[in-house]
């Protein structure tokens, strides 16, 4: 799709009306589904206040789609809006990084543009190590070649988006293998009517737009990312009346998911007899790596993983963070032993790690 179809079907006007006039501020938004709740981990912690009040103003994302080990990588943001995670990003890939953003909004990317050269100093980079595209996330493939990219991340874009299956092909090509579309978005517990999806309202709340998480799932696999995992869930509050009545029993989470690109990974997770050890040297965890809800590997200590898991592990940038035993050769049944499973309750997770 190029941006003059796009553009001359006005599909996406009312969410570029919606992010450029509508809302000024991350307090504007009527719901807090575009408006993340979560405690902001520690690595992101530290680097927010280096960053330009402007910017984290029309801060809309719904989660923290920034993963561990970023160093030196080439990262892309779907959806970037003001620019707030990637200029996060700028400062955790270091100057031998490189952050792109692209947004089809207009007054939010040119916040974006406006802080490139300031931040960078902030930063202390001799050249800045950020650059924002104006543009449809439909065309990233004009702009990035195939296997280029380390990390994609997106933070509650892709519910406002037409066609999510195309633009999820779109970045598996444009991902090295071994890398990660790590993004938050807005999912639902059942799919959403379509006359409530064409809600103006409701789509650029990131609502009308969102898909069922099954569907997703599904969507996913077909695409080639095999077995996503969750990172986090957690349960939107639509205490707005107005909204509450529009959307009725329709359930909405904000979702983290860790999608890789790996070759051999199977749908779900198999048993093959792998043991993974961690040994405690990712910067800002000493202790514990969390991959993804249903896998903290504690430093030092033993456990078994399904094959997957253990593809995850070892072709992966991680791969100099563990050790990992075992081959393929035989195989040992559907993978039970989750070690980590009590930390979140199935129900809550939707799908219950490895299984
Ligand atoms: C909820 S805001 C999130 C912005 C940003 N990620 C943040 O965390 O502040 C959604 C953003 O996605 C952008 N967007 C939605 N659909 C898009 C598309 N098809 N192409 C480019 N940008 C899009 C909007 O312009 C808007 O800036």
């Known amino acids: 799709m190029n941006s003059d179809v796009l553009q001359s079907d006005h599909s996406y006007d009312s969410v570029?009306?919606?992010?450029?006039?509508?809302?000024?501020?991350?307090?504007?938004?009527?719901?807090?589904?575009?408006?993340?709740?979560?405690?902001?981990?520690?690595?992101?912690?530290?680097?927010l206040p280096l960053i330009n009040a402007e910017i984290k103003d029309k801060y809309y994302g719904c989660g923290s789609p920034i993963p561990m080990c970023?160093?030196?990588?080439?990262?892309?943001?779907?959806?970037?809006?003001?620019?707030?995670?990637c200029y996060v990003?700028?400062?955790?890939?270091?100057?031998?990084?490189?952050?792109?953003?692209?947004?089809?909004?207009?007054?939010?990317?040119?916040?974006a543009k406006k802080h490139v050269e300031a931040q960078a100093k902030v930063f202390g980079y001799s050249v800045p190590n950020v650059k924002f595209i104006f543009d449809y996330i439909e065309n990233i493939p004009e702009y990035f070649e195939r296997e280029s990219l380390d990390v994609v991340t997106s933070n509650c874009v892709i519910n406002l988006t037409e066609d999510k299956e195309a633009i999820l092909r779109s970045v598996y090509q444009i991902l090295k293998f071994g890398g990660e579309m790590y993004f938050s978005d807005v999912y639902t517990d059942r799919r959403v009517p379509k006359e409530m999806s064409e809600d103006p309202v409701l789509r650029g709340e990131c609502l009308g737009g969102a898909l069922y998480q099954r569907d997703f799932e599904r969507i996913a696999g077909k695409v080639g990312f095999s077995d996503p995992r969750?990172?986090?869930?957690?349960?939107?509050?639509?205490?707005?009346?107005?909204?509450?009545?529009?959307?009725?029993?329709?359930k909405?989470?904000?979702?983290?998911?860790?999608?890789?690109?790996?070759?051999?990974?199977?749908?779900?997770?198999?048993?093959?007899?792998?043991?993974?050890?961690y040994n405690g040297q990712i910067p800002g965890s000493p202790l514990r790596f969390e991959l993804d809800a249903g896998h903290v590997f504690?430093?030092?200590?033993?456990?078994?993983?399904?094959?997957?898991?253990?593809i995850m592990l070892c072709q992966t940038r991680f791969k100099k963070h563990f050790e990992v035993s075992g081959s393929f050769k035989e195989h040992l049944g559907k993978f039970e032993a989750?070690?980590?499973?009590?930390?979140?309750?199935?129900?809550?997770?939707?799908?219950?790690?490895c299984c």
């Open 230 to 250: 969750i990172v986090s869930k957690r349960t939107i509050d639509v205490s707005n009346k107005e909204i509450q009545n529009l959307v009725g029993n329709i």
């Open 16 to 47: 570029k009306e919606y992010y450029g006039k509508v809302v000024q501020k991350t307090s504007d938004l009527k719901t807090e589904a575009c408006c993340s709740t979560q405690k902001i981990p520690h690595h992101l912690a530290e680097v």
């Open 252 to 277: 909405f989470y904000s979702i983290t998911y860790r999608l890789w690109k790996l070759e051999d990974l199977e749908d779900g997770c198999e048993d093959y007899g792998h043991i993974a050890v």
């Open 70 to 85: 970023l160093e030196n990588l080439k990262v892309l943001d779907l959806g970037c809006g003001t620019g707030r995670d």
């Open 89 to 111: 990003m700028s400062k955790l890939v270091g100057e031998r990084g490189f952050v792109h953003g692209i947004d089809m909004t207009e007054n939010q990317i040119s916040v």
């Open 298 to 310: 504690d430093k030092n200590k033993s456990e078994n993983v399904c094959g997957n898991t253990a």
């Open 338 to 353: 989750h070690t980590n499973i009590e930390r979140h309750s199935q129900s809550e997770l939707g799908n219950p790690p």
